[in-house]
């Protein structure tokens, strides 16, 4: 079975701060994405990544950027945290083309105080 | 940009029933995927089923299967002989075959097993 681990399932970080979200995958997956879950807002696609290096930017980008420097490893980092940024985050990956299925982490409940 | 609608913010349903889950999507792509996900209560999310435009049979998984209505735009889930463990938020998504791989989801739809 396919594995994506987030590294924090609760975070609590205060305003202004630099936040690291860490996503890992075992699956050698080309493919990772990073999305923002609020209420009645559904999933929101913030950036992605189909290689090593590569990124880029989903419908919501602005505030975050990602780092992917081995195949497996896919962060998202808030530069200077807000609180409207306080909201549940998934990671997930996939094999490259299409109609390949995306897998998804447990994800992360961040609160920015 | 292609958008996903989910009508239905909440719907419950008695154990052993069925329920249809409604969403309707807005493309001017002839080809694509359309899924749908369930994100069980404070658990991961994982695939359901999925189906591919070109095809005209509708995708079944098990208890699980859609109302694909490629003119209509329309892709319905039918959950049969519903059980307490399909209590659920269940997102559409849509993918176009341009481009990079990347799903567009509607808002989901809290569905509620009873007893």
């Known amino acids: 079975d396919v594995k994506v681990t987030q590294s924090s399932r609760y975070l609590v970080k205060r305003t202004g701060e630099k936040v690291f979200l860490e996503c890992v995958q075992d699956?050698?997956?080309?493919?990772m994405f990073w999305y923002r879950q609020d209420p009645g807002l559904g999933l929101r696609l913030i950036y992605f990544?189909?290689?090593?290096?590569?990124?880029e930017k989903g419908d919501i980008p602005e505030g975050y950027s990602v780092s992917r420097e081995k195949k497996e490893r896919f962060s998202l980092i808030l530069e200077s945290a807000s609180t409207n940024q306080t909201s549940m985050y998934l990671c997930?990956?996939?094999?490259?083309?299409?109609?390949?299925?995306?897998?998804f982490g447990d994800g992360t409940r961040l609160s920015i105080l | 940009a292609q958008t996903v609608t989910q009508s239905q913010p909440e719907m419950s349903v008695q154990e052993a029933e069925t329920v249809t889950l409604s969403c309707t999507y807005d493309?001017?792509?002839?080809?694509?995927?359309l899924f749908w996900y369930k994100q069980p209560p404070s658990r991961q999310m994982i695939l359901v089923i999925r189906?591919?435009?070109?095809?005209?049979q509708n995708a079944t998984e098990n208890r699980f299967s859609v109302n694909f209505q490629k003119a209509a735009k329309s892709f319905s889930l039918k959950i049969s002989d519903s059980q307490l463990g399909d209590t659920a938020m269940y997102f559409c998504?849509?993918?176009?075959?341009?481009?990079?791989?990347?799903?567009?989801f509607g808002k989901g739809t809290m569905l509620l097993v009873s007893p």
């Open positions: 997930a990956s996939s094999l490259g083309g299409y109609n390949q299925p995306q897998h």
């Open positions: 699956m050698d997956h080309e493919n």
């Open positions: 990544s189909y290689d090593v290096k590569m990124k």
């Open positions: 493309t001017s792509e002839n080809n694509y995927y």
């Open positions: 189906q591919e435009a070109y095809k005209q």
């Open positions: 998504a849509f993918m176009k075959l341009r481009g990079y791989s990347t799903l567009t």
